[in-house]
């Protein structure tokens, strides 16, 4: 089993649509949890951390569920500037480097 | 600001010639990693430092050398380039977790 895996996509949906990404990690000992946003021929950024007890900003909404170690990326009323590939991204401990996932493409339609 | 800066942003070479690719920043980051990203892989960690003069190796440490001389620079060297490292680079910085990365190199070997 892979460390950190994601639905490859793409996801094509149309403006204001509500989609939901999801990633699974193999290692029960992660300690922390990020999702990257990465456009077209662009470097990843971060989007935002997750937390055991969820978080939202704005219009994204990040959760984490231990116990079957899977992490969520929901985004609310889809924007075309949306479009990019989402990186599920684990810190398996201490200072062990992060271990991204092959992320998921998403496509907003007008 | 420039946080994290890569030279060369493009770069051409024929198998078995050499090149160092350099990343430096600016943000005193005490971690910091050399990335590579193919199409359907993902990103994929080649080497990476915890501090100034330390080094180790990622998941794809072969055919590439690394130098941390100075806290702010980390070096990428390709001694005798192979057309598989045909890619994308990204070099990245990171003092609490979260990753800045560098606007990527394109290297091609021909």
């Known amino acids: 089993r892979k460390e950190v895996e994601q639905d490859p996509g793409p996801f094509n949906v149309p403006e204001g649509a509500t989609v939901a990404f999801n990633c699974t990690y193999s290692n029960s000992a992660s300690q922390s949890f990020f999702w990257y946003r990465q456009d077209c021929r662009k470097e990843p950024k971060l989007l935002m951390s997750?937390?055991?007890s969820g978080n939202e900003d704005g219009r994204f909404t990040a959760q984490l569920n231990r116990a079957s170690q899977y992490i969520s990326l929901l985004i609310r009323d889809s924007k075309l500037s949306d479009s990019a590939t989402y990186l599920c991204?684990?810190?398996?401990?201490?200072?062990?480097?992060?271990?991204f996932g092959k992320g998921t493409r998403l496509s907003v339609i007008a | 600001n420039a946080g994290v800066t890569q030279t060369p942003k493009f770069r051409v070479l024929k198998t078995g010639q050499s090149m160092t690719l350099l990343c430096a920043q600016d943000m005193n980051h005490e971690y910091m990693y050399w990335y590579r990203q193919d199409p359907g892989m993902g990103l994929r960690l080649i080497h990476y430092s915890v501090g100034e003069g330390t080094t180790a190796k990622g998941e794809v440490p072969d055919g590439y050398n690394v130098s941390r001389l100075k806290k702010q620079n980390f070096l990428l060297g390709l001694e005798s380039a192979a057309p598989s490292q045909t890619s994308v680079y990204f070099c990245?910085?990171?003092?609490?977790?979260?990753?800045?990365f560098g606007e990527g190199s394109r290297l091609t070997v021909l």
């Open positions: 997750v937390y055991s």
């Open positions: 991204v684990v810190s398996p401990s201490g200072n062990t480097p992060l271990v």
């Open positions: 990245a910085s990171s003092i609490t977790g979260e990753l800045f």
